[in-house]
């Protein structure tokens, strides 16, 4: 029986339509590195500032000698301008599967790689908070010693809603990263959803126990474990 779904954010719960990945390869590009597709894909839902670090060494960039936190800063005013420019917005159908889990007696956990700084006003935005009707608890890339494909935040979301088992925990995400995590926790289910974007087609090479349009469908499945 699932107890607590924990579930990633950008791409996952919320659409907020790929700015977070253009942001991040704009200011990679901008310290003079080469940002492809598949570069970008590596680190996406992982922490922001680490991304951005590894993406400026890999791609043949060079981090600046104050490190990295003057790019973590252009990020986070890139992204606020993508977001002031077109807000996020729930993935369709999603606020009713968390009422829906909830209703059922299931814990809802959002983790992210994001850190609080910009967690916060994207939750308030959407009008989500911690201890909400839809959202039981919140973990930030911040909130742990090191972000996925660790399994930290899985385990900080499961000490935050009081669960204490790992095999009724349902881990979801859009990316690599998001299932490396949950099967890196030992998680009861690990759920690929096809909303962000990367497709269904490669989550499917990476380990999971289930793929799914979209979180929108996860209170049938975790009604059927």
Known sequence: MIELVALDMAGTTIDEHGDVYEALRQVVVEQGADVDDGLLQQFMGTDKRHAIAAMTLAGGGAIPGEGVEPLYERFRGLLEERYRARPPEPVAGVPEALAEL??????????????????????????????????????????????????????????RTKVIAVDAVLVAGDTPADLLSGTNAGAGAVVGVGTGAVSLAELARVRHTHLLPSCADLPALVAGL
Do not use: Q
Request: glycine content about 8%.
């Open 102 to 159: 909830r209703d059922a007696g299931v814990r809802v956990a959002l983790t992210t790689g994001f850190a609080g700084d910009v967690v916060e006003p994207l939750l308030a935005s959407l009008g989500w908070a911690a201890g909400d009707e839809l959202v039981d608890a919140v973990v930030c890339a911040d909130d742990v010693t090191a972000s996925r494909p660790a399994p930290y935040m899985v385990f900080r979301a499961m000490e």
